[in-house]
């Protein structure tokens, strides 16, 4: 195979991979409330590290971080949904542990954002 038209097929499929991320993205946002919560929290902490002039890596994998989890806990609960509409003990356990992942993620991006934006907002407020 030509390597232009086998680089033409890699763009193309990447472009229709891209496409459908970009659609589980919006379709997250739409229906779930926590996902939208979760990404203005992240706005809003990118903003603050970029006015504060504190290190953004951090800030920016934790953000990652959560919002990944979060559309994996989405995908997890509607593919149990699809294979279990009935209440079923392991249905929930696994929704659960999805949802538990959400929150121990939260709860330390919590920490890194308050370990790394702390020092610089405490400074600012007390006019140090």
């Known amino acids: ?9 890699s763009a193309r ?9 970009w659609a589980g993205l919006q379709r ?11 990404a203005w929290a992240a706005v809003t902490a990118l903003g603050l590290t970029l006015w504060l002039d504190a290190p953004l890596t951090p800030i920016l994998l934790v953000c990652a971080l959560v919002l990944s989890l979060e559309l ?3 995908a ?9 509409p009935g209440p079923h003990p392991l249905a ?15 709860f330390f991006a919590l920490l890194v954002g308050l370990n790394v934006l ?9 006019g140090r």
Request: without cysteine.
């Open 13 to 21: 499929r990447w472009m229709r991979s891209a496409g459908y991320a």
């Open 72 to 74: 994996v806990n989405s």
């Open 118 to 126: 702390g020092p610089p907002l405490w400074a600012l407020v007390s």
């Open 76 to 84: 997890v609960e509607a593919a149990i949904d699809l294979l279990s």
């Open 28 to 38: 997250t946002y739409r229906q779930e409330a926590n996902f939208r919560f979760e």
């Open 92 to 106: 929930a356990a696994a929704k659960d542990a999805a949802a538990g992942a959400v929150y121990v993620a939260a």
């Open 1 to 9: 195979m030509n390597k232009n038209v086998g680089s033409a097929l």
